[in-house]
Every structure is written in C-alpha cells, then in structure tokens.
C-alpha cells in the first residue's frame, strides 16, 4: 500500500524558518517525482514545488521561489522542504503527493498533511 | 503566471448532470487533472491526462480538454459528490503547475 506521511509542522514566528519532511513507503521512492501543495484556512490548493525522481529538476511557485528549498534522499525514502523567510501568508495545510504513474503528472496518492501557522 | 478559471459553484440535482468548466489560454495544448476534495480530506484524484480516470474512480467521471476549456462531467450526480473539485494544468513536468481557484458542487 502506497503511504505518505508528512511531519515537521507547527507554529512559527515570522521570519523564521521551519524543515517539513514526507517519508514514504509501499513503493520504489525513487522512481517517481513528488511535489508539495499547500492549502490556506478555507482556501483552495495551491501548487509549491515539484521534483523529478534523481533531483535533476525542480519547479517553485513564484510565491515561494528563493525561500524554500525542496530536495530527496532516495536512500532514505523522504523528501524534504526547507521553508525559509516565512511569513502569515505561508500558514496552510502541507501536503506531499506523488504521481500516478511515471508518465504522469497526476498527483493520485496523498499523504494526510501537516500544518504549518506563522504567527507572533 | 498561467490563469485558471473556474466557476465558484455548481449546483445539480441527483441523478442529473454536473459539468465543470477549467478556462485559460490555450487549454487544449496542457495537461489537466481534476481532483475532488471532502472537507477535512486530502484531495483525491478523479480524472488524469485529460480524461483518464484512477483505478477505483467510477465511469460516471469523464474529462475533456480542448480550445480554451477543460470539463470534468459527472453523471448521474450522487449526494456523495457533494465535494470541492479542483482542476490542475501543467503546460510540461517541467514547468509550473498551477490550480484552478475550485469549484463547489452541491446536489440538491
């Protein structure tokens, strides 16, 4: 059974920085590309990140390009998202998600989230 | 940054059609997924590449993709349909992605 578990949320001043982790099992981890997508209070999806299965390709949302840092150990089965500069308008539901299939795009498999509050 | 469209909300009765519109440039040339989204759940995938459907996903969800529009339609509307949906475009794996702003279906 393919699970994703994410960890490492919580509440954060502004300006601070937090390190958000998703370890999967139940697959070949490194054969697949992941992304992070986030979800405001009472607001829809928004995409973050993308990276390709050997790190060779990775994609921000302009909204978070240059403060957060996405990267993978395929030995260790994790990916990992370094947020950094944060601010309120960063306070969502993280969530990791994986294709489908290799071919695709798709984001068929969830993990169930974690949530990150920037707050004074 | 890429613009996606969708109405706010659709409502339709059980047993009748849902059709929900995806609009931004040049549509027909991207890559678009549908998710459905319960409240307090992590979304789900309905339809991929257009108008594939996941395994589990029943036939009643069907998507398609051309012009300026996706539509994802669901036929005959179940009151567990009841759901937010999002459309997904990527124009390349290697580009961006963005959501559409979702769509609230409610079944009367």
């Known amino acids: 059974e393919v699970q994703l578990v994410e960890s490492g949320g919580g509440l954060v001043k502004p300006g601070g920085s937090l390190r958000l982790s998703c370890t999967a099992s139940g697959f070949t981890f490194s054969a697949y590309a992941f992304n992070w997508v986030r979800q405001a209070p009472g607001k829809g999806l928004e995409w973050v990140s993308f990276i390709s299965s050997s790190s060779s390709y990775i994609s921000y949302a302009d909204s978070v390009r240059g403060r957060f840092t996405l990267s993978r150990d395929n030995a260790k089965d994790s990916l990992y998202l370094q947020m950094n500069s944060l601010s309120a308008e960063d306070t969502a539901v993280y969530y990791c998600?994986?294709?489908?299939?290799?071919?695709?795009?798709?984001?068929?498999?969830w993990g169930p989230g974690t949530l990150v509050t920037v707050s004074s | 940054s890429y613009v996606v469209t969708q109405p706010p909300s659709v409502s339709v009765a059980p047993g009748q059609t849902a059709r929900i519109s995806c609009g931004g440039e040049?549509?027909?040339?991207?890559?678009v997924h549908w998710y459905q989204q319960h409240p307090g759940q992590a979304p789900a995938l309905v339809i991929y590449d257009d108008s594939d459907r996941p395994s589990g996903i029943p036939e009643r969800f069907s998507g398609s993709n051309s012009g300026d529009t996706a539509t994802l339609t669901i036929s005959r509307v179940e009151a567990g349909d009841e759901a937010d949906y999002y459309c997904q475009v990527w124009e390349s794996s290697s580009d961006p992605s963005v959501f559409g702003t979702g769509t609230k279906v409610s079944v009367l």
């Open positions: 040049n549509m027909g040339s991207k890559r």
């Open positions: 998600a994986r294709p489908v299939a290799d071919y695709s795009t798709g984001l068929a498999y």
